[in-house]
C-alpha cells in the first residue's frame, strides 16, 4: 500500500460510482453501495436519483446513513413513500433503472447469498436474509454489484440463491421472464467483473492498478475467467478522492466513528 | 374508540401469550418502549411479525418470548449480526425459534392485502430464487387474462400490532410523518392496535396536510404517551437516531451472560420506559465524567 496514495476500498468505490450516469434513477442498498452512489452524485452524476428502500425518493444526504431509515434520508429527499408503495409502484412499477447491491456471498453467474450458509434448517452462520434484494436484483434494468474479492465471498456453489443473477448461465435467466437485464457490473476492490454475453459467466475484465491476476485468482473461488482484452482501471483522481474522503469525515462525525468505505 | 391508557395497562389488556404481533416500525419510530413492557410482563410463546427485525426483537426472542419469526431482513443496520436472532437460529437458544421467511416486497404487500381483507397479496417476485424452497406458503399464481405467473403469499392479519407514532389527540386519533414503513397497512390488517405516542395534544389537525397519514381512533385500540418511546431509534421532529447505541448493542448481545445481565438491568429492574431512559442518561454522564 506504501506505493499508493488510495485504499483499495477507495479504488473499490470510487470505480463503483464511475459506473453511474447522470440521469440514472438509482435503487441504493446500504453500506458500500450507498457510499459509491452519494460519491456519484457529488461528482460527475448530479442529476441521478437515489431511491432507499425505506421510501425516500431523490435523497441527498449530507452524511452516509448507517441505516436505511436515518433521518438524513428523510429530511433531503424529494418525497417520502410507504414501504407498500416503493416496492410496488416504483420498483414493481418499472420506475428503477439501476439497481446497486452488495452481497455476503456471490458465485460465478452473479448469483447472490444473504440468507444462509450451510443447510437452510440448521445453517452454520444464518445472515440477515433477503430484505429488498431479490425484487431488486429481478426488477431493476439493470444491477451493479459491490464487494470485497475473497475466496469466503466468491464461491464455488452458493448454499442458497437469495437474489438471481444469471442461475446457472446461458438464456436460463431469460427464461424467468424477470423484467431487468439483471447484473451487468461486479466491482470489487481488485477488479470489475463483467458477464459473458453468451455463457453468462463472470469475467474479469478489469484490473484496479498494482493488482496481479494471480491476487485475484487466489481471491476467487472458482476457476476465475479472464478477458482477452484485460484493461487497468483509471486510479482514483485527486476529486474523487478529496471528495469521498469529505464524505466519510462527514459520516464518521455524523455517528461518532469512522465510517466505512 | 382507542382509550389512553398508561403502556403497561395497554399491553395488559391488548396482548396475551400465544398472539401474533407486529411490532412495526422501518428504522424510524420503532415501539422500543411497547417491546420492553412486553418483556417486563413476561408474554409468551409469541408469534412475532416484522420487515425488519433489530434490537428489540433481539432482545424479545434472546428472552424467549418468541415462538415464531415472521420477517424479511434481520440484522443491525450497518452494524452486522442480531447476535440472539442468530443463536436462537443456531444453536436453539433459548429456545428453538420457527422461522417463517419471506423478501421485503412480499412483507409489504402482505400488510397491505390484510389491511385491504383479502387473503393473499399477489406481486412479481421470487423467480428464480430458493426463497419459496425454504418457506412453502409462498405460491405461484397464473394471471387470469395473461397467464403470466406471479408469485401468491398469505396475507399478514396479526393479532395485535404495535406502533410509535408522533402525536395523538385526546380522542385518540393519531398523527405520524417521516419514514412510514408498513406502520398503517400493520394497524390496518391487525386485529387490534396499540400505539404509543410522543405526546397527546388537544387538536393537531392545525398542523397536518389533508393527506397526512391519521389513524382514525376507531381503528386503535390503545393509545400510550412514552415520550422517548422509539429509542434508540427516532422520531422525527423529536428525537435522533441513537446510532451509537446501535453500535453499542453489538458487543452487549454477542455474549449470552452480558445479555442477560443488561436485560435484567435495563428492562426487568425498571419500572417503565421513562425509568430505563433516566438510566441510560445516568449512565452516559458517568461515562463522561
Not at chain 2, 420477517?71 to 429456545?95: K, M, T
Request: overall charge neutral; charged content about 20%.
Amino acid at each position: 500500500m506504501s506505493t499508493l496514495d488510495y485504499t483499495t476500498d477507495e479504488m473499490m468505490t470510487v470505480e463503483a460510482a464511475r459506473q453511474l450516469g447522470g440521469g440514472d434513477v438509482c435503487f441504493v442498498g446500504i453500506g458500500l453501495p450507498s457510499a459509491a452512489a452519494n460519491l456519484a452524485r457529488l461528482t460527475h452524476a448530479p442529476e441521478i436519483v437515489l431511491i432507499y428502500e425505506s421510501g425516500t425518493i431523490g435523497a441527498e444526504p449530507d452524511a452516509l446513513p448507517l441505516s436505511i431509515g436515518d433521518g438524513e434520508l428523510a429530511n433531503t429527499a424529494l418525497t417520502v413513500v410507504s414501504v407498500p408503495e416503493i416496492f410496488r409502484y416504483w420498483l414493481q412499477g418499472g420506475r428503477v433503472d439501476v439497481g446497486f447491491l452488495g452481497a455476503a456471498q456471490i458465485d460465478r453467474f452473479a448469483n447472490i447469498n444473504t440468507t444462509v450458509v450451510g443447510d437452510y434448517a440448521k445453517p452454520r452462520v444464518r445472515l440477515p436474509g433477503a430484505g429488498g434484494a431479490p425484487e431488486i436484483a429481478g426488477q431493476a434494468g439493470q444491477v451493479f454489484i459491490i464487494l470485497r474479492q475473497s475466496p469466503k465471498a466468491f464461491v464455488q456453489k452458493l448454499d442458497f440463491i437469495t437474489s438471481v443473477g444469471y442461475l446457472d448461465g446461458g438464456d436460463a435467466r431469460a427464461r424467468l421472464g424477470l423484467p431487468g437485464r439483471g447484473p451487468t457490473k461486479v466491482i470489487t476492490d481488485l477488479g470489475v467483473l463483467t458477464p459473458d454475453p453468451e455463457t453468462r459467466e463472470l469475467t474479469l475484465t478489469q484490473l484496479h492498478p498494482g493488482v496481479t491476476l494471480e491476487q485475484v485468482k487466489a481471491q476467487t473461488g472458482w476457476s476465475l475467467k479472464i478477458a482477452a482484452n484485460l484493461s487497468i482501471s483509471e486510479p482514483p483522481g485527486s476529486s474523487e478522492l478529496r471528495t469521498l474522503r469529505a464524505l466519510h469525515e462527514r459520516t464518521r462525525l455524523a455517528h461518532g466513528r469512522e465510517g466505512g468505505a | 374508540m382507542a382509550k389512553i391508557m398508561p403502556l403497561s395497562e395497554a399491553v395488559a389488556t391488548f396482548v396475551r401469550d400465544g398472539d401474533s404481533l407486529a411490532l412495526e416500525g422501518f428504522t424510524h419510530l420503532i415501539p422500543h418502549a411497547a417491546g420492553h413492557e412486553i418483556i417486563r410482563q413476561g408474554r409468551k410463546d409469541l408469534t412475532l411479525i416484522r420487515m425488519t427485525p433489530d434490537l428489540i426483537y433481539d432482545q424479545l426472542i434472546g428472552m424467549g418470548a418468541a415462538r415464531k419469526l415472521v420477517f424479511s431482513w434481520g440484522g443491525n443496520p450497518g452494524v452486522g449480526s442480531l447476535h440472539r436472532f442468530r443463536d436462537a437460529v443456531e444453536h436453539s437458544w433459548p429456545r428453538p425459534l420457527e422461522i417463517e421467511e419471506r423478501a421485503h416486497a412480499d412483507m409489504a404487500s402482505s400488510y397491505a392485502a390484510g389491511a385491504s381483507g383479502l387473503p393473499f397479496a399477489v406481486l412479481r417476485a421470487y423467480a428464480g430464487t430458493d426463497i419459496p424452497r425454504s418457506n412453502p406458503k409462498i405460491r405461484q399464481i397464473a394471471c387470469p387474462f395473461t397467464g403470466e405467473m406471479l408469485a401468491a403469499s398469505p396475507s399478514i392479519r396479526p393479532d395485535v400490532a404495535v406502533i410509535h407514532a408522533q402525536k395523538a389527540d385526546r380522542k385518540g386519533n393519531v398523527l405520524l410523518w417521516g419514514i412510514l414503513g408498513v406502520q398503517k397497512e400493520a394497524v390496518l390488517a391487525a386485529k387490534r392496535a396499540i400505539v404509543t405516542v410522543e405526546e397527546v395534544v388537544d387538536d393537531f389537525r392545525v398542523d397536518a396536510a389533508h393527506n397526512a397519514v391519521i389513524l382514525p381512533t376507531w381503528v386503535v385500540s390503545a393509545v400510550a404517551c412514552v415520550p422517548g418511546g422509539a429509542a434508540p431509534s427516532y422520531a422525527h421532529g423529536y428525537y435522533a437516531r441513537d446510532n451509537a447505541f446501535y453500535k453499542k448493542w453489538d458487543a452487549i448481545a454477542r455474549d449470552r451472560e452480558t445479555f442477560l445481565d443488561w436485560m435484567r438491568e435495563n428492562v426487568l429492574e425498571t419500572r417503565d420506559f421513562a425509568d430505563f431512559l433516566a438510566r441510560q442518561t445516568r449512565g452516559r454522564a458517568h461515562v463522561d465524567a
